[in-house]
């Protein structure tokens, strides 16, 4: 794992930023078709960069070529993932991964060791999320898309969008937009280390709205659902805990849910 000084400086630190394209959103039952990465510093720019094609060994379905148009005939000649994993995971090393959404990168990368055997490396590098620092703006744009973020910060274009080197070229530039306020490593790993308040909610009904605009009754349901986790969940019930009393007590459940505390009762007399 990647050893950082106390006070290393963010803007001298290498990071690796990688991205995959693959055959769908299942981590375990898809597979890799693209992998792309870039060695950087933000000081010192581009170091190293490694490309290549895969091979999955299954079908690409149309779905997933719509996205990123890459097709069974492109792969056709490309090696399989056990021809080319020892030369990902050397050139990934012990620096830190920067990533958009990289928990799925990660995650898909490491099934494939999985199928590979024991003698595959896993990853277990510390990361970066572009996706959860871009949580934190407020001001920033409605969607948390990488490409949203591109546009947003006026970043060029890097290639066509949703092929891996494109989107790892970009997604460089936008770390560097998204880490301007940091000076150390430590001080933005530290806010990466607990759950971010998000600005703007991503659920459909509220989409790119704040959080205070959402009804209470579809805060609960949200929170009780199970369906969310991480920064959103955390998010939710921040919001949950600061709404009016008077909503609180209109939907008794939502306080009982989030407190574990009996339901407050509306005191007598009272108009709401």
């Not at 379905?61 to 993932?81: C, L, N, Q, R």
């Not at 806010?191 to 009904?205: D, E, F, G, Y």
């Not at 600061?242 to 939907?251: A, T």
Request: charged share 20%; glycine share 6%; proline share 4%.
């Amino acid at each position: 794992m990647t050893t950082i000084a106390p006070m290393a400086l963010l803007n001298k630190q290498v990071f690796v930023c990688l991205d995959c394209e693959t055959t769908g959103t299942d981590i375990y039952n898809d597979r890799v078709i693209e992998f792309s990465a870039v060695r950087f510093s933000l000081e010192g720019g581009e170091i190293k960069s490694f490309d290549t094609l895969i091979n999955p060994g299954i079908a690409i379905p149309k779905v997933s070529s719509d996205v990123h148009h890459i097709s069974d005939e492109m792969v056709a000649v490309s090696p399989s993932i056990a021809a080319v994993f020892d030369r990902i995971v050397k050139f990934v090393g012990d620096d830190i991964i920067v990533g958009h959404n990289i928990n799925f990168d990660i995650g898909i990368i490491n099934a494939e060791a999985e199928r590979l055997g024991p003698g595959a490396k896993t990853l277990s590098n510390r990361v970066i999320d572009t996706l959860r620092l871009a949580h934190r703006y407020s001001g920033g744009p409605l969607s948390n898309t990488l490409e949203s973020l591109v546009q947003y910060f006026n970043v060029e274009e890097q290639g066509a969008a949703h092929r891996a080197m494109a989107d790892v070229k970009a997604n460089v530039e936008v770390f560097r937009h998204l880490t301007v306020e940091f000076n150390a490593v430590e001080e933005l790993m530290t806010i990466l280390a607990q759950p971010i308040l998000m600005k703007r909610c991503p659920l459909k009904k509220y989409k790119g709205q704040p959080f205070e605009n959402i009804s209470v009754r579809y805060l609960y349901w949200a929170i009780s659902s199970g369906l969310f986790s991480g920064d959103l969940l955390f998010s939710l019930k921040n919001e949950l805990k600061i709404c009016s009393l008077p909503e609180q007590i209109k939907n008794q459940r939502a306080l009982a849910y989030l407190s574990g505390v009996k339901p407050i009762r509306k005191p007598k007399g009272a108009s709401y």
